[in-house]
């Protein structure tokens, strides 16, 4: 099962610089493991020790944020296509 | 340094004041790797709030879709406080995800929705790493 995945400029140097990898996995979760097989260190970036998505990333299933979805959860099918983007977000609090 | 024209600077400061006292968000456009922000892109603060700035999960994938369309990255992304300096939050640098832009705070704390002092400065965010530079406002950037 291929899942296309784009990487954001922040995560490229997990990724060799490459824009967008390949993984597989049933779940976001399964996917994001996979993906870290591969390219150590990206699944600390992207959720933190509980399983969750970290608040500092997007991570869209094709159109939909996940969030919307079953987050971690989101189940995945082939030839899905995942984007993960960072928050662009902040405030003087 | 942040090159920038008088008609973007002036673009971000009327957006700050337009939406004070909510932060104003957004971000200036240019192609990818020339560090040039030339194309304007406010965006909806999706927290309006005073503190506190978002731009929307749906709004985001769509403009970084846009960018990668038109090969181009965010050069700037500016934000305004509204009742602080114009320097980065803790909140800021813990969200700054583009270590290749320039992050432009404008304080509106002074003159609030109308003309008077103003604000206007721009750090790198790497890494946690707060790094003020210059602003050095042209006319155009020539060639």
């Known amino acids: ?31 994001i493991t996979d993906l ?22 997007n991570v869209y299933l094709n159109d939909e944020d996940v969030r919307f979805l079953k987050g971690s959860a989101t189940e995945l099918t082939d030839g899905d296509q995942v984007t993960i983007l960072p928050a662009v977000a902040g405030g003087a609090r | 340094m942040l090159t ?22 957004g971000i200036i ?21 005073p503190t506190f700035y978002e731009f929307d999960s749906g709004d985001l994938l769509r403009l970084y879709r846009d960018l990668d369309d038109r090969d181009e990255e965010p ?16 909140t800021d640098i ?17 003159c609030g929705n109308d003309e008077g002092p103003f604000s206007f400065r721009s750090f790198r965010i790497v890494d946690g790493e707060v790094t003020e530079e210059e602003v050095r406002i042209v006319d155009t950037y020539g060639d």
């Open chain 1, 1 to 31: 099962m291929a899942i296309e995945v784009r990487i954001p400029t922040i995560l490229r140097t997990y990724t060799d610089g490459a824009k967008a990898v390949t993984g597989a996995g049933a779940t976001l979760a399964e996917l």
């Open chain 1, 36 to 57: 870290d097989s591969r390219h150590p260190g990206i699944r600390a970036r992207l959720v933190e020790e509980n399983g969750e998505l970290r608040r500092f990333v």
């Open chain 2, 4 to 25: 920038l024209t008088r008609e973007l600077h002036d673009a971000i400061l009327a957006h700050a004041r337009r939406d004070h006292p909510d932060e104003a968000c």
């Open chain 2, 29 to 49: 456009a240019g192609p990818a790797g020339s560090d040039r922000p030339e194309r304007f892109v406010p965006m909806l603060n999706a927290a309006r709030s």
């Open chain 2, 75 to 90: 050069v700037v992304i500016y934000h305004s406080h509204t009742a602080t300096e114009a320097y980065p939050s803790r």
């Open chain 2, 94 to 110: 813990s969200y700054a995800g583009e270590p290749g832009a320039h992050y432009v705070l404008v304080s509106t704390a002074e």
